[in-house]
């Protein structure tokens, strides 16, 4: 496993790369407050897919409220291939969600 590493292989950072011995299995992406996938971020999952031989891509966009976000429509290509998720972080009030971006900050160097 590795995250966060440029790969060589497929030309862009990819978040995080599961291994299964010595093939590569499945390719994350996340993001923060994201209300769509980008181009960008599917160009680095085909990559990844076409590259290292991934078999399944996931995107999954992590939300401090938990609110609905918009999936857009799947490519043929993409139907059994790329899955996305939303995470939500269920903080309730305008204050909870404050003190979280806070302490993100605080933690961040």
Do not use: H
């Amino acid at each position: 496993m590795f995250a966060r590493k440029f790969s060589p292989q497929t030309g862009f950072y990819t978040d995080l790369v599961i291994f299964q011995g010595r093939k590569a299995r499945i390719a994350i992406e996340i993001k923060w407050r994201k209300k769509e996938i980008t181009e960008k971020d599917r160009r680095a999952l085909a990559s990844a897919r076409k590259n290292l031989g991934v078999k399944k891509t996931y995107f999954y966009c992590v939300i401090p409220d938990g609110s609905y976000r918009k999936v857009p429509q799947k490519r043929k290509a993409e139907k059994f291939r790329l899955f996305e998720r939303v995470v939500g972080l269920d903080y309730e009030t305008k204050q909870q969600i404050e003190a979280f971006e806070q302490r993100r900050q605080d933690s961040r160097v």
